[in-house]
């Protein structure tokens, strides 16, 4: 079988890392080309990765594209993840749509809720789903198990989800508002997809900042989601916490709770017992689910069908997220304007 000829869009961070991921631990797939603003990143990282050893079959010499544009246009790439920043993923999601191009897109979808739903709308009248988003929790072994816990429904119905998410420290420039849309929107799409419901309603409360952050930028900061099911989630979000990066996870339902995040997989308290099981040895926290995704995003792109959060469901956590920045600037609980799935997917 001929491996799956990739794109990368973007090689900051996130996207020189992916690069790594394709060229060294994902098989059926190989890297063909990058494209960034940085020529000189973009033209380094290539280098560097090509016809390096790897999991893929078929070792290659990765090329530089100004244009990511033409990237997404070649006729050698037959996938695309974009790893670009959020302003330009409306653009590029909307060439790979025309050129048919699958694409891992990391979130956020686009930057604003009516631009994510144009991106749903134009992918729903191809009739095939061609995006997914990196809403990479749900591929984590800790959170995957508390999903299949909560739905086994040994806990009985699910009725609230507490969240914490701390990073040691953020670069400047960070604003208030991107605590929201860049931090919380991950435990915007946990909530929606361990409580299987969307978020109808949502407040995020801010105390008093902690003394490491500029003059006018609230961190940290408190939300609460109102669940379209009846079930409740809060999350504090904590970017500049100075110890380290931490990720939590508690699911209280009506027989028991579960939590994970504390180092030792899946922690259950029911029918009078606590346990869980301690992991083997420690790994920087997602790089596990970051693997899991890519791989299986490969995989499925040679099915013809994405195995993960969808374009709605980037269109959700868009919506939320704009809620969510209005309610951090009121302080009042604010509706989140949704679209009918049914009326927009048929």
């Excluded at 435990?187 to 109808?200: G, P």
Aim: hydrophobic residues 45%; charged residues 25%.
């Amino acid at each position: 079988m001929t491996d799956l000829r990739i794109g990368i869009v973007g090689v900051g961070a996130m996207g020189a890392d992916h690069a790594e991921r394709i060229v060294r631990r994902t098989s059926g797939a190989r890297l063909v080309a990058v494209s960034d603003p940085d020529t000189a990143r973009a033209e380094e990282l290539a280098s560097r990765l090509s016809a390096a050893p790897g999991a893929g079959t078929s070792p290659s010499v990765v090329r530089v594209v100004t244009d990511p544009l033409a990237l997404i246009g070649a006729r050698d790439v037959d996938a695309v993840i974009l790893a670009s920043p959020g302003f330009a993923h409306a653009e590029q999601l909307f060439a790979c749509l025309e050129h048919g191009k699958p694409v891992l897109c990391e979130k956020p979808l686009t930057m604003d809720a009516a631009s994510s739903l144009q991106v749903v709308e134009a992918e729903h009248k191809l009739g095939r789903q061609l995006i997914q988003v990196g809403f990479m929790r749900r591929f984590d072994p800790e959170y995957d198990a508390l999903k299949q816990l909560l739905d086994s429904g040994e806990l009985g119905r699910p009725l609230l989800l507490h969240n914490v998410h701390r990073n040691k420290a953020n670069g400047p420039g960070f604003r208030s508002e991107m605590i929201v849309r860049d931090s919380m929107v991950h435990e915007v799409d946990v909530a929606r997809w361990l409580l299987d419901s969307e978020i109808s309603k949502i407040t995020v409360h801010a105390p008093k900042p902690t003394s490491s952050v500029p003059e006018g930028v609230l961190d940290p900061q408190f939300a609460v989601f109102e669940m379209a099911n009846g079930a409740m989630a809060d999350v504090e979000v904590f970017v500049n916490f100075q110890v380290g990066y931490e990720v939590r996870c508690e699911a209280v339902a009506e027989r028991g709770s579960a939590t994970i995040g504390l180092g030792s997989g899946v922690v259950t308290r029911a029918a009078g017992h606590w346990g869980g099981a301690m992991p083997e040895d420690f790994r920087i926290r997602f790089d596990l689910a970051y693997d899991i995704e890519v791989q299986r995003w490969v995989e499925a792109v040679g099915r013809g069908e994405i195995d993960g959060p969808s374009a709605w469901d980037g269109y959700a956590a868009a919506a939320v997220c704009e809620a969510g920045v209005e309610s951090l600037s009121t302080g009042q609980p604010v509706t989140v304007d949704l679209a009918d799935r049914q009326a927009v997917l048929g």
